[in-house]
């Protein structure tokens, strides 16, 4: 069974920073989608970022971007230039590429906190 | 394009009683899945349906059980209501099964069943 760990419960970050959050997973497959997803109180999961296990080349959206290292099945998260509207849940999520196991397996999230 | 949405937004019920939540998948999409998230954890998969069939289940009694209608909406029931089933339940959509990138899970907003 795949899982995904994530070992911060918390991190805090100042407006304008940067901040990186960790995600680790565990898996027998070799073809498969990482994802982070943000949850603000309002409470609906939003895709912030998806990365493909057969790409070498990190993902990148905007301010978001990730350090996909497979062989250490580690993915982490690095927010850049942080603003208020960052502040949320953040979830890493596997899923299997093939066959019909589209299902998502969650991490347990990081709650994001930005300062002034 | 109208997106995912649940209802109702919140419900309180009493242990033992049967509940039935329901949600319209977004424009073009004909997978469901719903997912259970406890409070101060991860999304955790119960099942997903395709083109109205169930097809893969998480680790959940089958007193959770699930339709979807020919326009693709979906419905998670949950009878004998206990104590432990009070969380927030998501239902995501997709277009399908099939591992590409395109298929991406999209979410709505969820609804908060509080079990007394």
């Known amino acids: 069974a795949q899982t995904v760990t994530q070992s911060q419960p918390e991190m805090s970050v100042q407006e304008a920073e940067t901040v990186t959050l960790s995600c680790t997973y565990d898996t027998s497959e070799s073809d498969y989608y990482l994802f982070w997803y943000k949850q603000p109180p309002s409470r609906q999961m939003i895709l912030v970022i998806r990365?493909?296990?057969?790409?070498?080349q990190n993902a990148t959206e905007n301010r978001f971007s990730v350090n996909f290292q497979k062989a250490a099945k580690s993915f982490s998260l690095k927010i850049s230039d942080s603003q208020l509207g960052d502040a949320a849940m953040y979830f890493c999520?596997?899923?299997?590429?093939?066959?019909?196991?589209?299902?998502?397996?969650f991490g347990t999230g990081t709650r994001l906190q930005v300062t002034l | 394009e109208t997106g995912v949405t649940q209802s109702p937004t919140h419900l309180i019920k009493t242990r033992g009683q049967q509940v039935t939540l329901r949600c319209s998948s977004q424009s073009g999409h004909n997978t469901v899945s719903w997912y259970q998230q406890a409070l101060g954890q991860g999304p955790q998969f119960i099942f997903q349906?395709?083109?109205?069939?169930?097809?893969g289940r998480g680790n959940f009694p089958p007193r959770f059980s699930g339709l979807q209608f020919p326009n693709y909406s979906s419905e998670l029931n949950v009878n004998a209501l206990e104590l432990d089933d009070s969380a927030l339940y998501l239902c995501?959509?997709?277009?399908?099964?099939?591992?590409?990138?395109?298929?991406?899970?999209?979410f709505g907003p969820g609804t908060r069943l509080t079990v007394t």
């Open positions: 999520a596997y899923r299997r590429r093939a066959g019909t196991a589209s299902k998502l397996t």
């Open positions: 990365q493909e296990a057969y790409k070498q």
């Open positions: 995501a959509s997709s277009r399908g099964l099939a591992g590409g990138s395109s298929y991406e899970q999209y």
């Open positions: 349906y395709y083109r109205e069939e169930e097809n």
